[in-house]
C-alpha cells in the first residue's frame, strides 16, 4: 500500500482590503473625526478619545469560500459638547507690529505746511529756470564766431602814418576800404554843396565822425567794382566800368551807381592815435 506524505509550504496571500502608504484600513465610509460622550473621566480635556489609546475602527469584512459577502460599518454618535480652543493675547501683543507715532513730525498748523509746500516749488522753479538758462547759453556760444574770426572782424589802423590830402586801401572781411585823410579845401567843398538835390541825398556831416577822416568801403554801388581814388569830375572817386563818379566825401554824382559808397561801423581809439574798423 502506498503511503502519502503532506508538504507544508506557506502562502503570502494580497490583503483583500485597500489600505493607506501608513498602513491603516481605507473606511471611507466611516467617521473617524466623531468623539464619544463624556463619561467623567477624561480628566478635564473634555470628551473624546484618549491620546494614550490606539485607534479602533469599527467595521469588518465576512468573506467565505466563495468571496466576500458583505460589509458593516460603525459610526459612533456626535457629540454634543464642543470644545473652543481660545488664543492667548499675550501671542498676538508679543508678534503684533508696532505703529510708530509721527505725531512730532506733523506740522503744527496747514498753513505751515502749505508755506514749505510753497517754498519747495518755488526753489525747484527757480533751480529749473537756472539750468535751462545755463543750457541755453551753452548752445548758444557754442554757435558764435570763433577767437579767431573775431580777431578778424576788426581792423586797426595808425593814423599817423596817414599824410594829410592821401588815401590808403586796407582790407577789412574780404572787402576794400578808403581812408582819407582830407584837407580843409575839400572839406568845405564836400560841406557846401547842394546834397539834398543829390541821387542818394546824404550830408557830409552824417558820413563822417570826423572833418577830416572819410572812411567808406571801396566797393561800387552799381556792380561791385573797385572805383578809382584821386579821379572823375568830383575829384573824389571814378568806377571806370561803367563810369560812376563820386565826389570827395563818396556821393554818387554821376552815372548808373544808384547809391553813395557805404561807411562802415568804426570807431577812433585817440589814447593810441588808431582808427579801429568793425
Known sequence: MASFQAV??????????RAFPSG???APRLNLAARAPSDGHDFGHGAGPRADVPSRFTGGIKTTSVGLVSRTFVSPPTTSFPQHRLLHTSAVA???????????????????NRAMSYFM????GVL?????????????QSMAASADVLALAKTEVDLANIPEGKNVII???????FIRHRTPDEIQEARSTNWKAFRDPESDEIRTKKPEWLVMLGVCTHLGCVPIGEAGDY???FCPCHGSHYDISGRARKGPAPLNLEIPPYEFNEADGKLVIG
Do not use: C, H, M
Request: glycine letters at 10%; zero cysteines.
Open 235 to 237: 575829384g573824389g572817386w
Open 8 to 17: 507544508r509550504k506557506s502562502i503570502n496571500l494580497p490583503p483583500t482590503a
Open 121 to 124: 516749488v518755488g526753489s525747484l
Open 24 to 26: 491603516l484600513p481605507s
Open 128 to 140: 529749473s529756470a537756472s539750468v535751462a538758462q545755463s543750457t541755453i547759453t551753452g548752445f548758444l
Open 171 to 177: 582790407k577789412w572781411r574780404g572787402k576794400p576800404v
Open 94 to 112: 508679543k508678534g503684533a507690529p508696532e505703529v510708530p507715532d509721527f505725531s512730532p513730525y506733523r506740522p503744527a498748523s496747514e498753513e505751515t
